[in-house]
Antibody
Framework: QVTLKESGPALVKPTQTLTLTCTLS??????????VSWVRQPPGKALEWLAR???????FYSTSLESRLTISRDTSRNQVVLTMTHMDPVDTATYYC???????????????WGQGILVTVSS | DIQMTQSPSSVSASVGDRVTITCRAS??????LAWYQQKPGKAPTFLIYGASSLQSGVPSRFSGRGSGTDFTLTISNLQPEDFATYYC?????????FGGGTKVEIK
């Protein structure tokens, strides 16, 4: 059974760096074809894609947030880590990690999602 | 970045109704368009890929159409569990982008 679970702080202060961890189960971050993304959703607002990492350590980032984001993987722990620097109250959101599915028919879709973690940015 | 625009932003409907949601891309994405359903307080779930292919386990009352820049999601015979917010997402190129969402509410 494929599952993903986010963990990290529920509260961060402005200007701090956020580090979130996604623990994978039922599939491996190092298996050929595995891709994992992060997506966030401010309260009451739409989904926003943030970053992606592949089995071969290829990385892709949101155009608007690229300078603040780093995505990495820990193959020994089967985890994907997202860091976001210079946190601001507007970054308050639920952060999700999701497995990415790719095929010639589907393109890049998100077929399994974690439960999400609400991160509040406040002093 | 490809901009995705959904309409309407919300729709009120009754059980048994047919609802259609529109999604428009700012540039062509071929058939690389996905749809997700999200219920309050829950993560999104994957409904449709390739504009019209249902993910395993998705009821057949859901259907998707379109290609290029214009797409629709139709829910026929609306059921109580279908009241939720729906998002489109272009799966053609990075960065991935989502529509603003359409909330299907009970009339």
């Amino acid at each position: 059974q494929v599952t993903l679970k986010e963990s990290g702080p529920a509260l961060v202060k402005p200007t701090q760096t956020l580090t979130l961890t996604c623990t994978l189960s039922g599939f491996s971050v190092s298996t050929t074809g595995t891709r994992v993304s992060w997506v966030r959703q401010p309260p009451g607002k739409a989904l926003e894609w943030l970053a992606r990492i592949d089995w071969d350590d290829d990385k892709f980032y949101s155009t608007s947030l690229e300078s603040r984001l780093t995505i990495s993987r820990d193959t020994s722990r089967n985890q994907v880590v997202l860091t976001m620097t210079h946190m601001d109250p507007v970054d308050t959101a639920t952060y999700y990690c999701a497995r990415m599915y790719f095929s010639d028919i589907s393109g890049h879709c998100l077929d399994n999602w974690g439960q999400g973690i609400l991160v509040t940015v406040s002093s | 970045d490809i901009q995705m625009t959904q309409s309407p932003s919300s729709v009120s409907a009754s059980v048994g109704d047919r609802v259609t949601i529109t999604c428009r891309a700012s540039q062509g994405v071929s058939s690389w368009l996905a749809w997700y359903q999200q219920k309050p307080g829950k993560a999104p779930t994957f409904l449709i890929y390739g504009a019209s292919s249902l993910q395993s386990g998705v009821p057949s009352r859901f259907s998707g159409r379109g290609s290029g820049t214009d797409f629709t999601l139709t829910i026929s015979n609306l059921q109580p569990e279908d009241f939720a917010t729906y998002y489109c997402q272009q799966s053609n190129s990075f960065p991935l982008t989502f529509g603003g969402g359409t909330k299907v509410e009970i009339k």
